[in-house]
């Protein structure tokens, strides 16, 4: 899992390719240089209604995803410094 949310978080190599042509797509969002602004016009521009629905609902899904294992590893986190904790006090 934790190698999972570091490949999220961390820049992907293969995309850091930041020529024009690859901020003139739907793929730019995993650039580290993203324009949300340039990429939502680019969508409406691209994508009918259903479509742009459809993308909503699979990136409302992405995002608690992503938030439920934030929590995890957050929950996780805390265990291990309890534990951490009383171990020091012991």
């Known amino acids: 899992m934790r190698h999972l949310l570091s490949s999220f978080y961390s820049p992907d ?47 409302a899904a992405e995002i608690k995803n992503i938030d439920t294992d934030l929590q995890v590893l957050v929950y996780e986190n805390y265990n291990k410094f309890i534990s951490t904790t009383d171990a020091v006090k012991r």
């Open 13 to 59: 190599p293969s995309s850091t390719n930041d020529s024009p042509s690859n901020h003139g797509s739907l793929d730019a969002i995993k650039t580290t240089t993203f324009n949300a602004e340039q990429y939502m016009n680019l969508l409406i521009r691209k994508s009918n209604l259903e479509a742009l629905r459809q993308r909503h609902v699979e990136m």
